[in-house]
T-cell receptor, first 110, second 119 residues
Framework: EDKVVQSPLSLVVHEGDTVTLNCSYE??????LLWYKQEKKAPTFLFML????IEKKSGRLSSILDKKELSSILNITATQTGDSAIYLC??????????FGGGTRLMVKP | GAGVSQTPSNKVTEKGKYVELRCDPI?????LYWYRQSLGQGPEFLIY????????DSGLPNDRFFAVRPEGSVSTLKIQRTERGDSAVYLC?????????????????FGEGSRLTVL
């Protein structure tokens, strides 16, 4: 059974801090790893990673995949209150079946 | 439509009642997924449609849950004899390509969800 574990479960920081969220996985026939941001209800897509060691970047957010360690990190620099959300990691197998982790709840205080 | 649309946004029902949750995917998206998200947890897969057929229903928890997509667009998730443990947010997602199709990236576009509360 495919499994995705995220850490920490929750995190409280102040504006301007840098945070690193972790995702580790066990999946048969790995195909992709995706990060989503969930503010209220609908998760919104952030990144998709398929190759090890190649950083994806979007503004203050960046992510990288390590296939050897079966893990990925999501970095957010210069955090803002608008970054407060649940960050979900999902892993797709060869059939593109997505398995989600439990999420990391990030709260950014002013 | 511009995005995935789900109705109702909130549904409160009593134990034992029947409920239907509707999903209208992004126009042209052939693949449609239902997920369930309980408080404090990540989305849990329920069922996947490719066109009109349920290509994978392995996530449905029991036979009280059923979903249809008769014309390959709108889908309805049906829950019979609801139980308190069914309370959750039911998320629908769509993608342009099916899971095993060339071009598929695994990226899903989610709706806002239907929050079901069973009293």
């Amino acid at each position: 059974e495919d499994k995705v574990v995220q850490s920490p479960l929750s995190l409280v920081v102040h504006e301007g801090d840098t945070v690193t969220l972790n995702c580790s996985y066990e999946v048969t026939n790995f195909r992709s790893l995706l990060w989503y941001k969930q503010e209220k209800k609908a998760p919104t897509f952030l990144f998709m990673l398929t190759s090890s060691g190649i950083e994806k970047k979007s503004g203050r957010l960046s992510s990288i995949l390590d296939k050897k360690e079966l893990s990925s990190i999501l970095n957010i620099t210069a955090t803002q209150t608008g970054d407060s959300a649940i960050y979900l990691c999902a892993v797709g197998n060869a059939g593109n079946m997505l398995t989600f982790g439990g999420g990391t709840r990030l709260m950014v205080k002013p | 439509g511009a995005g995935v649309s789900q109705t109702p946004s909130n549904k409160v029902t009593e134990k034992g009642k029947y409920v239907e949750l509707r999903c209208d995917p992004i126009s042209g998206h052939t693949a449609l997924y239902w997920y369930r998200q309980s408080l404090g947890q990540g989305p849990e897969f329920l069922i996947y449609f490719q066109g009109t057929g349920a290509a994978d229903d392995s996530g449905l928890p029991n036979d009280r849950f059923f979903a249809v997509r008769p014309e390959g667009s709108v889908s309805t998730l049906k829950i019979q004899r609801t139980e308190r443990g069914d309370s959750a947010v039911y998320l629908c997602a769509s993608s342009l390509y099916g899971r095993a199709q060339a071009g598929s990236t695994g990226e899903l576009f989610f709706g806002e969800g239907s929050r079901l509360t069973v009293l």
